[in-house]
């Protein structure tokens, strides 16, 4: 591979804050993505694809290796995002699913969740080094790539009108987009800097208590196991609470002490390492369990210690994934005055559902 810029590169990120930052006549703003970061580098036939820590996803995704063959320029370096679509909506647990280290499996689930690759900038084109060169010029570039797109490789819609960005912080949730972001149109790409900026969606929800993970330093609570009721009274594992002071993660242990259940068979989870394991058939195989095989390091420790479900938390979470929480929750205090049973999904707020076409058929940047 020969181009002006070569793997790895890390890509530049974006640092949280609490609202749109107003127009100020330099700003872009774009639907924040939820997916694999990915760098696309092609020469040719050659095409590598960089993930967030610098290792190749090239093998995982051949499909979008044939894609930007076909549908990017024959030398360029592209920033964006790798996406599986589900009817209307992006599904990420479709996209987790394609880090598989067997080769039959990655060609068989290419074929049946075919990922997309969403570009948001422009880093070489040719033989042009563009790092160094404004976001302005990098994006009017990009759109001159692929402004006319309809294939697998997209451009992502982009506006200098903060109304407009309003709008879709609201509406674009409904397609399973999950902020936006924002960025200044003078700088240049700074790899593994936080130089643009993110707007995210936060909810609070009141959620049981059913266990934790010990923190990977020793016998202190590392994260709690969150849990909501459906409709049919099965408690179901949606994600968990962590970011606690060292301090803190001590007290917690004391704490949960008298709730500790020394039978796990009769806890609500109990059959997590059957379900893990592939034994696990009809309903409780349909029950969201704690206890799964992590695809990015299978040598981490996924068991937990069970707790009595008797203890109610209130979490903030940006948004759902299906069924559970899409990232970590974060702690805001415990809720004595809540029962356990009366923590349901019906408490939370539900997207209106928006067609995921008509955010990727979005017209080039207003100027």
């Known amino acids: 591979m020969n181009l002006p810029v070569e793997p790895p590169v890390a890509p530049m990120l974006a640092k949280a804050v609490k609202r749109l930052p107003p127009q100020d006549g330099t700003l872009y703003y774009e639907p924040k993505w939820d ?61 987790q699913q394609r880090i598989h280290p067997a080769a039959s499996r990655v060609k068989l689930l290419a074929e049946r969740t075919p990922a997309s690759f969403v570009a948001f900038d422009l880093l070489a084109e040719g033989s042009e080094d563009l790092m160094a060169e404004p976001f302005s010029l990098r994006r009017a570039r990009l759109e001159k790539i692929l402004g006319a797109a309809s294939g697998s490789v997209r451009l992502t ?101 008298p709730y500790r259940m020394d039978d796990l068979s009769e806890h609500p989870w109990g059959h997590w390492a059957e379900a893990a394991e592939g034994g696990a058939t009809g309903e409780r195989a349909a029950q969201r369990l704690p206890g799964a095989v992590s695809r990015w390091n299978a040598k981490k420790d996924l068991s937990f210690i069970p707790l009595r479900p008797e203890l109610v938390v209130e979490v903030a979470y940006d948004h759902m994934e299906g069924d559970r929480f899409r990232h970590t929750a974060q702690f805001r205090r415990w809720r004595p005055d809540r029962e356990p049973d009366s923590c349901t999904y019906d408490q939370l707020d539900r997207p209106v559902a928006y067609d995921l076409a008509d955010i990727l058929g979005g017209r080039p940047a207003n100027r």
């Not at 090239?58 to 499909?63: A, L």
């Not at 266990?211 to 949606?238: F, M, N, Q, T, W």
Request: aromatic share 10%; net charge negative; hydrophobic share 40%.
């Open 35 to 95: 997916g694999f970061r990915c760098i696309v580098f092609r020469d040719g036939d050659e095409v590598y694809l960089g993930s967030r820590n610098e290792r190749p996803f090239t093998r995982y995704f051949p499909e979008l290796v044939a894609a930007v063959q076909a549908e990017l320029p024959p030398r360029c370096v592209v920033d964006g995002e790798i996406v599986v679509v589900s009817g209307e909506t992006l599904d990420f647990d479709a996209l």
């Open 157 to 257: 819609p982009a506006t200098m009108d903060e109304r407009q960005a309003a709008e879709w912080f609201g509406v674009f949730e409904g397609a399973g987009l999950d902020g936006i972001v924002v960025k200044p149109g003078d700088i240049p790409y700074a790899p593994d800097k936080r130089v643009m900026f993110k707007v995210k969606h936060e909810r609070t929800a009141d959620c049981v208590v059913a266990g934790y993970r010990e923190h990977k330093s020793g016998p202190i609570v590392g994260s709690l196991l969150l849990g909501l009721y459906s409709a049919d009274g099965r408690l179901h594992h949606v994600g968990v609470a962590a970011s606690f002071p060292m301090k803190r993660r001590a007290e917690l242990v004391a704490e949960l002490a």
